[in-house]
């Protein structure tokens, strides 16, 4: 059987001649393994990797608000750093100048089921995970909208808790 490549596996360039063949193959050999070990590391799909608490990251996600309860949509996004002046200003800044970026650290909001939130709220929760923005718009959206016209409904009242013994049958 021919060895398999990895489309992750980036070939190595060596600028002098390798001494012997068996060279070759041990420096491939350790730099696959090495490349496949990080490879591995990566977050599995639908999963988060380790998240640093004090460094929010802008995303799609969906969390709990409470345990046992219905997935909400939340979003954290970066609040544009641009300078816009009052309208009442007649000495203002011109503008081509308006948009030009703060020299400070960027600022996050977060909201949660359309309503604003603090950023940490989201960002700490265990429940987090990340979605892709087709996820997050159908939750936003039409399930949201779906939930309103039926109150009985678990997506409905996102602070209880399901009780699946309460549910109708699915058929």
Not at 39 to 45: D, G, K, L, W
Not at 103 to 131: C, H, I, N, Y
Not at 154 to 166: G, I, K, S, W
Request: a positive charge; charged letters at 25%.
């Amino acid at each position: 059987m021919p060895p398999r490549i990895l489309p992750f596996i980036a070939p190595i360039r060596i600028s002098h001649p390798p001494a012997a063949a068996s060279e070759v193959a041990y420096i491939t050999a350790n730099v696959s393994l090495f490349t496949v070990s990080r490879y591995r590391e990566r977050p599995f799909a639908g999963r988060m990797g380790a998240r640093i608490l004090i460094r929010p990251e802008p995303g799609f996600y969906v969390m709990r608000l409470r345990s046992g309860a219905p997935l909400v949509p939340a979003i954290i996004y970066q609040i544009c750093p641009m300078v816009i002046p009052e309208p009442t200003t007649v000495t203002g800044p011109h503008p081509d100048e308006w948009c030009r970026p703060l020299d400070r650290s960027p600022r996050f909001a977060a909201r949660v089921d359309g309503k604003r939130v603090d950023v940490e709220r989201v960002w700490t929760a265990r429940s987090l995970r990340q979605v892709s923005r087709d996820e997050f718009d159908f939750r936003a959206g039409p399930l949201r909208r779906w939930a309103r016209s039926n109150p009985t409904a678990p997506e409905a009242q996102p602070y209880r808790p399901v009780d699946l013994t309460a549910l109708p049958p699915l058929f």
